[in-house]
């Protein structure tokens, strides 16, 4: 399997080429069983994808938004991925996407992880798209270096989907797709931007060690093709 950087001079390049994709393999998706799940990150890079996404032309109505993370918050704060994906994508043409969110205001996030995995089994599973990111520290969605849960979230033997995190190095509590949830999609692609992050995925792929790294444990592995998309 191949790892495939595509490198692109302008954001607004980067945008047009990725949104196209993805809105293709949504649209293969729908074609070939009738819906089509999208999986997405946080943070401020996807923003400008997202606001893309949101004025293509596509059957909305037949697409289910879920998240790679989320932060154990309110989804009416600010700092929610629910609340950014609402605000950002699901609008315009995607406003009658169904979003399906992981946060439990009734669950404590430990207590959350069966709920939260049955709720994506039922409702996204199995995910046809999904859209990483990357921090400068290398995590992604929200495996963090040198975290306790790794090795849990790590085992491809883990059939749960979802996995409880607590950031050393970030605040709130988390609940975050396992690396098997994130390796079981059929398109992956990893989105970012900046020349510090481009050091970043350097030393990524030069290296072994998923636990200093935890984007490796997707990016370093020989069964899935992962999309990589830089600006």
């Not at 994808?49 to 998240?67: H, N, Q």
């Not at 798209?129 to 040198?146: Q, R």
């Not at 995190?165 to 692609?189: G, N």
């Amino acid at each position: 399997m191949s790892r495939t950087l595509h490198t692109f001079s302008s954001q607004d390049a980067l945008l047009e080429l990725l949104s196209k994709s993805i809105i293709n393999q949504l649209q293969d998706a729908i074609d070939k069983k009738g819906k089509a799940s999208l999986i997405v990150s946080g943070g401020s890079t996807p923003k400008p994808l997202f606001k893309k996404l949101s004025e293509a032309s596509l059957a909305w109505e037949k697409v289910s938004i879920g998240l790679c993370d989320e932060r154990w918050i309110p989804s009416s704060d600010e700092n929610s991925n629910e609340n950014l994906v609402k605000t950002y994508l699901i609008q315009g043409e995607a406003s009658k996407a169904t979003f399906i969110g992981m946060y439990n205001e009734e669950l404590d996030v430990e207590m959350a992880e069966k709920w939260c995995t049955q709720k994506m089994k039922e409702a996204l599973f199995p995910f046809d798209v999904i859209v990483l990111g990357m921090g400068n520290d290398a995590h992604t969605a929200s495996l963090f270096p040198d975290n306790v849960k790794l090795e849990k979230a790590f085992g491809l033997e883990n059939e749960d989907l979802c996995i409880a995190i607590e950031p050393a190095t970030a605040p709130y509590m988390r609940m975050s797709l396992t690396r098997s949830a994130i390796l079981s999609a059929k398109y992956i692609y990893l989105h970012f931007e900046g020349e510090e992050k481009l050091a970043v995925y350097g030393d990524v792929i030069t290296g072994d060690d998923m636990y200093k790294m935890p984007i490796r444990s997707v990016l370093n592995q020989d069964t899935k093709d992962i999309e990589v998309y830089y600006a």
